[in-house]
T-cell receptor, first 118, second 109 residues
Framework: DTGVSQNPRHKITKRGQNVTFRCDPI?????LYWYRQTLGQGPEFLTY????????KSRLLSDRFSAERPKGSFSTLEIQRTEQGDSAMYLC????????????????FGQGTRLTVV | DAKTTQPTSMDCAEGRAANLPCNHS???????VYWYRQIHSQGPQYIIH???NNETNEMASLIITEDRKSSTLILPHATLRDTAVYYC??????????FGTGTRLKVLA
């Protein structure tokens, strides 16, 4: 399977615990994105990597959230001291720069990790 | 990135064409129109994108008006598996898509 892979698919955790999600992008893609989606809403941008560099973080990404992409391959998203409001689907996507300057090709999304904080 | 406006929901009979409109009246010259869909509990799936010319692929057709202020996604022969939320996104090709709440398409048997 050459698509974007996310693990785990589902995670239930108690409030206050730390959780970590993993994303494996499509192998040739140097750009990786994290989004969050709550019920009934469209996905919201969280952060973006180009290779190993984290180039932008949304204001939605509080201090309890941290994302890494060591060596520019897979990425992890960690949430510390989870709160019930963190319950959501966390989506990862990847893309490759398009052949024309300034335009990306389309981003491909994984199936997401559904987090439930109880 | 430009804001888009889509109807909240639409129904379509199975086998008929589904025409999903999107308004993007503030689109600028270097911005593309992208369409994604999301089937329940799955990640968004890319459908098609375009700049100013009409585009067609194996999934759908994209019709962009001459002034580029609106577009229509056409699923030529809708099936039950096309039931999903469809998102219209306008972007200059930067890394950050701004999703709205999309159009919930229900294909009826």
């Amino acid at each position: 399977d050459t698509g974007v892979s996310q693990n785990p698919r589902h995670k239930i955790t108690k409030r206050g615990q730390n959780v970590t999600f993993r994303c494996d992008p499509i192998s040739e893609h140097n750009r990786l994105y994290w989004y969050r989606q709550t019920l009934g809403q469209g996905p919201e941008f969280l952060t973006y990597f180009q290779n190993e560099a984290q180039l932008e973080k949304s204001r939605l990404l509080s201090d309890r959230f941290s994302a890494e992409r060591p060596k520019g391959s897979f990425s992890t998203l960690e949430i510390q001291r989870t709160e019930q409001g963190d319950s959501a689907m966390y989506l990862c996507a990847s893309s490759d720069p398009g052949e024309f300057a300034g335009r990306d090709t389309e981003a491909f999304f994984g199936q997401g990790t559904r987090l439930t904080v109880v | 990135d430009a804001k888009t406006t889509q109807p909240t929901s639409m129904d379509c009979a199975e086998g008929r064409a589904a025409n999903l409109p999107c308004n993007h009246s503030t689109i600028s010259g270097n911005e593309y129109v992208y369409w994604y869909r999301q089937i329940h509990s799955q990640g968004p799936q890319y459908i098609i994108h375009g700049l100013k010319n009409n585009e067609t692929n194996e999934m759908a057709s994209l019709i962009i008006t001459e002034d580029r202020k609106s577009s229509t996604l056409i699923l030529p022969h809708a099936t039950l598996r096309d039931t999903a939320v469809y998102y219209c996104i306008v972007t200059s090709g930067t890394y950050k898509y701004i999703f709205g709440t999309g159009t919930r398409l229900k294909v009826l048997a």
